[in-house]
């Protein structure tokens, strides 16, 4: 089935990239199969082959994040068809485990689309 995305460079630093990404279609883990298919796998996604650790390990040895973060999402509600916006902050292992320049990319992109109170 085809997956399409698009998505756009916000900031880089240390090999690591922050990046807007726009899903025009919704498969399962597109985002994670397609940017390790390009050689670019998500931080701390050691399912799609990366290495680094991202956020904390479980009792079990189990990492338990990766640095994924859907900040809006929009959808028609099924009953009455009100379009529905959700936002979410970043999370706080963004501050935790991101650069500098990227954590205040992120945020100030955040701002610039309004989905922020600060």
Same mark, same amino acid.
């Given at each position: 089935?085809?997956?399409?995305?698009?998505? @756009?460079?916000?900031? +880089?630093?240390?090999? *690591?990239?922050?990046?807007? /990404? %726009?899903?025009?279609?919704?498969?399962?883990?597109?985002?994670?199969?397609?940017?390790?298919?390009?050689?670019?796998?998500?931080?701390?996604?050691?399912?799609?082959?990366?290495?680094?650790?991202?956020?904390?390990?479980?009792? @079990?040895?189990?990492? +338990?994040?990766?640095? *994924?973060?859907?900040?809006? /999402? %929009?959808?028609?509600?099924?009953?009455?068809?009100?379009?529905?916006?959700?936002?979410?902050?970043?999370?706080?292992?963004?501050?935790?485990?991101?650069?500098?320049?990227?954590?205040?990319?992120?945020?100030?992109?955040?701002?610039?689309?309004?989905? +922020?109170?600060?």
């Amino acid at each position: 089935k085809e997956a399409r995305l698009s998505y @756009r460079t916000l900031a +880089t630093e240390n090999g *690591l990239s922050l990046v807007d /990404i %726009e899903l025009h279609t919704g498969r399962m883990h597109q985002i994670r199969i397609q940017a390790a298919s390009r050689g670019f796998p998500v931080s701390g996604d050691w399912c799609y082959g990366d290495q680094h650790l991202w956020g904390e390990v479980d009792e @079990r040895g189990e990492r +338990t994040a990766l640095a *994924l973060h859907a900040a809006m /999402i %929009e959808f028609r509600h099924p009953q009455n068809a009100k379009l529905m916006r959700i936002v979410a902050p970043l999370p706080d292992l963004w501050k935790l485990h991101l650069p500098v320049k990227l954590f205040e990319s992120a945020q100030d992109f955040l701002k610039s689309r309004e989905l +922020t109170n600060g």
